[in-house]
């Protein structure tokens, strides 16, 4: 737990209590998943941190009675650990991939620190297997304040949102040994290595499934950020990220701009998921073979208040300490549009009720 600081800033209340309303909506509509990307930025002082979360199911249906059948009927089997630090299990390697994976969005964050998180699990019934991955990469970041010597009206970069870490990255769990954390067929190799051998030859098609990469946040960098619902938090009650966003360390930063992505709406429709299928043929047993991604879901927080340029065909993001307009966001106004339609509504229904 951590305390948060609500700055003074000399905002109308009206505007805060406003944007305080639009942010208890917001809030109570992410609470319904979990985000791919949770990040908290300070661009004053080119620091940031972050939870990336990788998440991915397969699901293998095949005949029952099968030889594959009486493999995975009934079989259960969870591999979950941590790993905290920078230097130790494996981590230096996967930060390497990361920042490696970043200069390839151009991008010029480097990662410092890191801790992960990996939950793998197998479930098999007669007709079909069930594998469930989540793996959070947790680093802390930082070069993504374009221009060093700027303390106010702050350009930074904002393609670092859709890195792709590609092939195996191998950690050392301490129960389970050496653990390929990046790709599905990891985790099947871990506990079922001969299936898994099997599967990854049995076609061109398989072995793309299972060795797509779990961190893979290539449909958020995809979304342009103006098709991000955007506001601003003027108490800072949605910083989420490890208290990055709180206290003295915000710097001079009087607002936090709030960029979500995964909400429906009328103008966006609702992302879709990512999908692949394929069959193929284990020990004569036909196979078919589904993968899926979550839909982009994410949320970054930024202190200051935010616009979005273009520059040489890239977008950026320009920060500013304070909102210079006290506009209101059009997302919260949108928010703030329905929610007077709504007491609209009411206000009309009491007075009906009230002579009849």
Excluded at 83 to 89: A, D, L, R, V
Excluded at 199 to 227: K, N
Excluded at 247 to 261: N, Q
Excluded at 272 to 288: C, Y
């Amino acid at each position: 737990m951590y305390t948060i600081r609500v700055k003074s800033n000399n905002i109308p209340a009206a505007v805060i209590s406003s944007a305080v309303a639009a942010l208890l909506i917001v809030g109570l509509a992410n609470q319904a998943y979990a985000a791919q990307i949770n990040a908290s930025l300070i661009p004053e002082f080119d620091r940031a941190a972050g939870s990336f979360i990788g998440v991915k199911f397969v699901q293998m249906r095949y005949e029952p009675g099968s030889a594959v059948a009486d493999l995975f009927n009934g079989r259960t089997e969870r591999i979950e650990f941590s790993i905290p630090g920078t230097n130790s299990s494996g981590i230096d390697r996967l930060i390497a991939a990361a920042n490696q994976a970043l200069l390839r969005v151009q991008s010029p964050v480097q990662i410092v620190s890191a801790n992960l998180t990996y939950s793998g699990a197998i479930r098999g019934e007669a007709d079909r297997l069930m594998l469930t991955y989540s793996v959070e990469f947790i680093p802390t970041f930082s070069g993504f304040k374009l221009d060093r010597n700027a303390t106010d009206n702050i350009p930074i970069d904002i393609n670092w949102r859709g890195f792709v870490i590609d092939g195996p990255v191998l950690v050392d769990s301490p129960e389970h040994g050496t653990v390929n954390v990046n790709q599905p067929i990891g985790l099947l190799s871990l506990a079922f290595p001969e299936f898994a051998e099997g599967l990854a030859g049995s076609s061109e098609e398989a072995r793309q499934i299972m060795e797509e990469p779990i961190l893979d946040f290539s449909e958020v960098g995809a979304m342009s950020m103006e098709r991000w619902h955007w506001l601003f938090d003027p108490t800072w009650s949605q910083a989420s990220t490890g208290g990055i966003l709180s206290g003295e360390g915000i710097g001079r930063a009087k607002v936090m701009s709030v960029y979500s992505l995964g909400e429906c709406s009328i103008r966006e429709g609702c992302p879709p998921p990512k999908e692949s299928d394929t069959t193929v043929s284990i020990d004569g047993t036909p196979v078919q073979v589904h993968i899926s991604t979550p839909q982009p879901n994410s949320q970054i927080e930024i202190a200051g208040f935010t616009s979005i340029e273009k520059a040489g065909g890239q977008e950026i993001i320009r920060v500013e300490m304070d909102n210079p307009s006290l506009s209101l966001p059009p997302f919260t106004m949108q928010v703030l549009m329905v929610l007077a339609g709504m007491m609209g509504a009411i206000a009309f229904f009491v007075l009906f009720k009230s002579r009849k």
